[in-house]
């Protein structure tokens, strides 16, 4: 009875804010329906400024549950920019977390809103969400020989040249490090190596072209490029082994304590454009990852472990950013559920928004 009771709590934690999470994105949905028709004869700048505002309440609703809620401690080295800019976010990926990580900075920049994804194909076909992110301004990409550059291309300096501000978030590995995943860390180090770059132990070797096709693209419209590593504390074993960094769930579980965010901003000219310079450029910058992590996971010294090297500041995020964009969400989805025509139209915005959305983001450009 008293274990029952134990994992049944425990489950309450993830389901919970999951159930919150994924029960109001109809009524988001809905909400930016009704933007979206009555935009059409607005200038596009206009609709894509309230897009931005709506996406920042429903990511702030997120950030309520991933950070305020879990608790998790946030600990950054380095400075964060107080001034929004448009930037791409370049950062190392071990988890489904590190979306989220991407948003717990930009909140603190007032650029939620701006927040834009470079993603694998293959999640375009999420409920909802596939598309709306694609509408939001990101970008689907597919990997190796099937990877379409003129299309993504075209697509970021379209929002470039509108002046859409823009914070892309890109993981350059293409894949989750995962230190169990023996074969997959072999496979990319065989890569480098073929390639004569220096092997990497704690990241992927990045892949530059999704990286480099945003980059060239937009740089008469990037301020910087934020070089971000990230490392979830709680991921040694006993034996000072490096554990998995914890999924969504485990997150939402309260399993992380603590999140070290190292954060660099790199103005743009000192990026290089050219293909070749750029790859190199851009595993230097995992090489500097690396050593972070080398040092986070191993250093000889117990009381530098689990941190990154310099000083780190406790970054607290106030419960006024986040918790009335859940009350706002909340606000309109109860209603919804509260007659049967509401719960039929809630039903049906799943239904046929995933369907449309399906569409959308196999059909536009």
Not at 34 to 62: A, E, F, G, I, N
Not at 140 to 162: D, G, H, I, N, P
Not at 228 to 242: F, N, W
Not at 249 to 261: N, S
């Amino acid at each position: 009875m008293l274990l029952s009771f134990i994992v049944h709590t425990y489950s309450l934690r993830y389901w919970f804010p999951a159930t919150v999470m994924l029960g109001t994105a109809p009524a988001y949905i809905l909400s930016w329906w009704v933007w979206r028709l009555c935009s059409t004869v607005l200038p596009l700048r206009l609709y894509h400024k309230l897009d931005d505002r709506l996406y920042c309440v429903y990511q702030s609703m997120v950030l309520f549950f991933f950070e305020n809620y879990t608790g998790v401690e946030i600990v950054i080295y380095g400075d964060i920019p107080k001034k929004k800019e448009n930037v791409v976010y370049l950062s190392n990926h071990q988890c489904t977390a590190d979306w989220i990580i991407a948003d717990m900075l930009a909140i603190r920049q007032d650029a939620l809103g701006h927040v834009r994804y470079v993603l694998k194909d293959g999640l375009k076909w999420l409920p909802l969400y596939g598309w709306y992110f694609s509408q939001h301004g990101g970008v689907y990409v597919k990997r190796s020989a099937k990877f379409e550059e003129q299309a993504m291309k075209k697509k970021l300096l379209t929002q470039a040249e509108a002046g859409t501000p823009m914070y892309l978030v890109i993981f350059p590995e293409g894949t989750r490090y995962n230190p169990e995943l023996k074969n997959v860390i072999s496979s990319s180090q065989d890569f480098a190596s073929k390639e004569g770059l220096a092997l990497l132990k704690h990241t992927l070797t990045p892949r530059m072209k999704a990286s480099h096709v945003a980059i060239e693209a937009m740089k008469d419209h990037l301020d910087a490029v934020y070089d971000v590593t990230v490392a979830y504390e709680g991921t040694l074993d006993s034996a000072g082994r490096r554990l998995p960094a914890p999924t969504m769930p485990e997150f939402l579980c309260k399993e992380c304590p603590r999140v070290h965010i190292h954060f660099e901003r790199v103005a743009m000219k000192e990026v290089p454009l050219e293909p070749l310079f750029f790859r190199r450029w851009l595993h230097e910058r995992f090489e500097i990852k690396d050593r972070l992590l080398t040092s986070f996971y191993e250093s000889d010294d117990a009381q530098q472990r689990s941190r990154f090297p310099g000083e780190g500041r406790r970054s607290a995020l106030s419960i006024a950013k986040t918790l009335p964009s859940m009350m706002v969400l909340g606000g309109l989805t109860v209603p919804l559920l509260l007659t049967e025509s509401g719960r039929s139209l809630y039903v049906r915005t799943w239904v046929y928004g995933t369907l449309l959305g399906w569409l959308w983001v196999n059909v536009s450009p």
